[in-house]
Nanobody, 114 residues
Framework: QVQFVESGGGLVQPGGSLRLSCAAS????????MGWYRQAPGKQRELVAG???????NYVGSVKGRFTISRDNAKNTVHLQMNSLKPEDTAVYYC????????WGQGTQVTVSS
């Protein structure tokens, strides 16, 4: 079973940037798709970005052109570079398998506010 630990969240002003990181344990990391998901208060958790084992990426429309997902299979890590952040990006961000997530970690809080 793969486990995930997210980090890099924080408070940032609108227009700012953050880089989220996810450390994964488990031998199958290199052969599974990975995704970043988020859950805003009062809303359902949604997929933000996914990356396959081969490096193909997929983004939800609201973050296209602003967010970039990447992975380093040698280090069992996946990152989410978030630029031009908006207040509506405020949420708890999670990494997990993509497209079928398993057990969830604690996530990392991202707050975009002036």
């Amino acid at each position: 079973q793969v486990q995930f630990v997210e980090s890099g969240g924080g408070l940032v002003q609108p227009g700012g940037s953050l880089r989220l990181s996810c450390a994964a344990s488990g031998r199958i990391f290199g052969i599974i798709g990975m995704g970043w998901y988020r859950q805003a208060p009062g809303k359902q958790r949604e997929l933000v970005a996914g990356i396959t084992s081969g490096g193909s990426t997929n983004y939800v429309g609201s973050v296209k052109g602003r967010f970039t997902i990447s992975r380093d299979n040698a280090k069992n890590t996946v990152h989410l570079q978030m630029n031009s952040l908006k207040p509506e990006d405020t949420a708890v961000y999670y990494c997990n398998a993509y497209p079928l997530p398993g057990s969830w970690g604690q996530g990392t809080q991202v707050t975009v506010s002036s």
